[in-house]
Each structure stands twice: as C-alpha cells, then as structure tokens.
C-alpha cells in the first residue's frame, strides 16, 4: 500500500494557502509560533503540570474545560481592548471537499501539480483553532500533507475517525428506511 493510499471523508472545510516560493522561514516561523503552546500561557502551564505528573486522568477533562474557558476569556478580553492576532496573509482562500489521513481534496482545482504550499485549515476539534500545515500538490485538486504539529496530526486523525464513525452511522439509517 503506497502512502497516498486512505480512505477519504467529506470535509467541507475552509483552508487559506499559499505557494511557499522565497517564503519558507516566514512561513515556518508562524508554523511554529502556531504550535500548541507557544502563545497560550495556561496551555504552557498545563503541559508543566502533566510533565510533572501532577494531573491525575479522571481529572483530564474538567482541567481541559476549565482551561477552554480560560482561553475563552482572554479572546473576549482581547476584543475589547481591540487586540487581534496577526497572521500572515496568504493568497488564497477556498473549501475542501474530502480529507484523508495525509490528503487533502480541494473543492475547484486550484493548486499547480508538485508545488509546495503552506496552509492555515480552520477545523473543529477541542479545542478550536487553526492548524498550520505544510503539503505538496499530486494534482490540480489533491495534496499530501507534508508537515503537522504532532498534537495537530492527532486530532486531525480523530475528526477523520469522527466523520468516517457518522458515515457509517448515516448510511445505517439509510438501509433502515
């Protein structure tokens, strides 16, 4: 089974990218700065917290709630005082229609075969929040990512899983009537 090989599941969902040309460092930079932690201090504190094996598991999902909400917070704090985060503009804006574990499927052919792109993709896992991606094009309408934040790769997976998991149900539903 060659790497492109997956099952793909409906995805509409929205991605900003750009060829990444001369643009690399600046482009990683945001990748990196775009990592679970760096600008977020209670996640910074959570995950020294887990280092030191200070959260016990029965406790993980009310610690990652109240930490959501924290964050919450500080958006709602951060708009008014009319702070925004800055993100590197990137060229183009447009829909997925399927995703794969590694592949992304573009609604319209809009991407140039073997180019090398750095992307922004909006997509709902908890918590929210955008994920860089790296990923070269195979054709005018399909990519295989190239590079992830291993956090990001989980929970990329785990929609994937989620949404192959409401096919199935879906389909099931289907057949019943």
Known sequence: MNDLATRLVKAPLKIEFSKIDNNYDTFKMEFDLLSQNNDDPIGLWLKNIRARGKVVDENEPLLQLLVELHRKIDILNARLSNETKEYIKLDSSHNLDSVGHNILVFRDDCLDIG??????LDIAVFPIR????????????????????????????????????ANIREEKLKNKN
Do not use: C, V, W
């Open 115 to 120: 180019e090398h792109y750095y992307s922004r």
């Open 130 to 165: 955008k994920m860089p991606i790296f990923f070269e094009s195979f054709t005018k309408n399909q990519a295989k990512i190239i590079l992830m934040h291993s956090r990001d790769i989980i929970d990329f997976d785990g929609y994937i899983a989620s949404k192959e998991r």
